[in-house]
């Protein structure tokens, strides 16, 4: 029950926050809708991106079904710079990118990777696909991507206690649907998410189940209630609270006004069909909306995919909401056989070869 009142408290601070946003915001939906964007680099009908989403394919990388060359970008996992390498199928990452007039390829000039949770398995469900890092519920689905070390490659491949880093889509519960999982060592424990019932006293605060102690450290960004947390730590202590070794506060994407934004992820609180959250990216939507949805409502969980403009706020003006088409069994089943050659080709693209046939790339 004290999960499901700090639920309910995350979902007020974000939509009273909304609220506000939506007033200040509704010329703007217009103005952007009814003049077109402004992000465009002058004269050469290129556009200024920040996509977020899951990585499908490579050759550089496909995100949101756009393919951004990596070649000179600046690529960064958790803090800190890696190469190219590093970047795998099933990793949700920011792309920072300037995209041609098609719309369909683009130059990123930086990729960025942050771990949902990194941490030792607890609570392993085999048979509901789910287990638990640092206080943090992980539930798998069709999609989900395990890494080479993890064998088989499913949650049959987990073991309790082993360390992991997650890569997912927060839910309206505040579960992490996990897109990619991988083995992890010899780096921060690390959890990602909205800050709840903070004591600026005690300098406490909650991500879901855990409790974290910031005293030790001073806060990057303003920490808030609603507010998104990435908190790193060196050690768990036996008491079951994190004492952080940093802690970067973050309020939705950060797109600058007028670029364009292309968003996936789950809704996580919903207010109306003009206003609500995927993750923390606050999203409005107006009477020129186009929608997509598959004959689905816009609600809690729905997975999107979302186009549109930023505004001076931070809210994404969303032109386009694409819904996933929903799955028969026969698909699912479809899906679960496809799995074992799909991690095998993640292997293969991982120890360096770094191609896809013209096939893969028309399936992503």
């Not at 970067?248 to 609180?269: D, K, P, R, Y």
């Not at 979302?306 to 089943?333: C, D, W, Y």
């Amino acid at each position: 029950m004290a999960r499901g009142r700090n639920m309910k408290i995350q979902h007020v601070t974000r939509l009273g926050r909304g609220s506000l946003l939506l007033g200040i915001s509704a010329a703007l939906i217009l103005l952007v809708y009814g003049a077109g964007s402004s992000a465009g680099i002058q004269g050469s009908g290129r556009i200024s991106v920040l996509a977020f989403g899951r990585i499908t394919a490579f050759g550089s990388i496909f995100v949101n079904g756009v393919e951004y060359a990596i070649s000179s970008a600046q690529i960064d996992m958790d803090g800190r710079s890696v190469g190219q390498s590093r970047l795998q199928v099933g990793q949700i990452v920011a792309v920072q990118a300037s995209v041609g007039p098609a719309g369909t390829t683009g130059t990123a000039t930086s990729v960025s990777f942050t771990g949902n949770v990194v941490g030792p398995v607890a609570q392993l469900n085999l048979a509901g696909g789910s287990f638990r890092v640092l206080g943090q519920t992980v539930r798998l689905d069709d999609m989900t991507v395990f890494g080479d070390g993890i064998q088989p490659a499913g949650i049959g491949g987990l073991q309790q206690g082993v360390m992991v880093e997650v890569s997912g889509f927060a839910d309206a519960s505040g579960s992490l649907v996990a897109s990619r999982i991988d083995l992890a060592a010899g780096v921060p424990l690390q959890v990602k998410g909205t800050v709840q019932t903070l004591d600026t006293n005690a300098q406490t605060f909650r991500i879901n189940d855990l409790t974290i102690d910031y005293s030790g450290v001073a806060p990057t960004g303003k920490l808030v209630n609603g507010s998104t947390a990435t908190v790193q730590s060196e050690e768990f202590a036996a008491s079951g609270t994190l004492h952080a070794t940093r802690v970067h506060v973050s309020f939705g994407l950060g797109g600058a006004a007028n670029e364009h934004g292309q968003l996936e992820g789950l809704i996580t609180s919903f207010k109306s069909d003009n206003e609500f959250y995927v993750g923390d990216q606050l999203v409005l939507t107006s009477a020129t909306t186009r929608l997509v949805l598959h004959g689905q409502a816009l609600g809690p969980d729905l997975p999107v995919k979302v186009s549109g403009i930023f505004a001076a706020s931070g809210a994404l003006m969303a032109s386009e909401i694409k819904g996933k088409p929903q799955t028969s069994k026969r698909t699912a089943r479809s899906a679960a056989r496809m799995a074992i050659p799909w991690q095998s080709r993640c292997r293969r693209i991982s120890r360096g070869k770094r191609f896809a046939s013209t096939n893969e790339k028309k399936a992503a």
